[in-house]
């Protein structure tokens, strides 16, 4: 069952549908510029046990101003920090962001992932380990960006000063980048139009 869900989360992570959950986890690594293994983890548990929270029904909808603040506040806090705080603080904007994704998604059904929440409405907890071989497929997207950012932080390290400078910039832009895309799904969160864009890209992967 494991290999199973992990296999179709994969799958589903392909699919635009998957883009509400995928976006703001880039979005955030690259906000976080060198905090990105913090936030990676921050941000998989914090979507792992917000997904499970809903489709257990422990928790139903969530205020989307609430979504839009959290997407907000995790962009702000993983571009503000200081170095020494980094770990912390990425780990902070990951959680944020992961539980703002999490809540924004609407994942298609597959036949394995339907079994499983059919079963987390039984039964609940004993699912969670399921849901979350699903969840590391459909996130497979943040670990190879994880790894490309630790490839790159290690090169602007060892590289000669001029090469060095060249990547802090690249990684000045990526922060930016990252923070910007933050902004524009607190905004979309907060003009409620993410159900219309949900929708779309729903539609998108049929």
Known sequence: MLIDLLVEGFRASWLPSSLLLIIPGVAALLAAQERFSNTW???ALAAGVVSWLRFTGIVGSWPLL????????AGV???????DTGRVVGSIGGTLAGAAGA?????LVGRHL???LVDLKGRGFPGAFNLAAYLLGVLWWLIALAVVL???AWVGRKAPGPLSGVVGRIKLAQSWTG???LAV?????ALGANDDVASRLIEWSL
């Open 41 to 43: 983890l921050g941000y």
């Open 66 to 73: 609430g979504v839009a603040l959290a997407l907000a506040a």
């Open 77 to 83: 806090v993983l571009m503000a920090a200081r170095v």
């Open 103 to 107: 809540l924004l998604w609407q994942p």
């Open 114 to 116: 339907g079994l499983l």
């Open 150 to 152: 630790g490839a790159q």
């Open 179 to 181: 923070g910007t895309v």
């Open 185 to 189: 799904l607190a905004l979309i969160a």
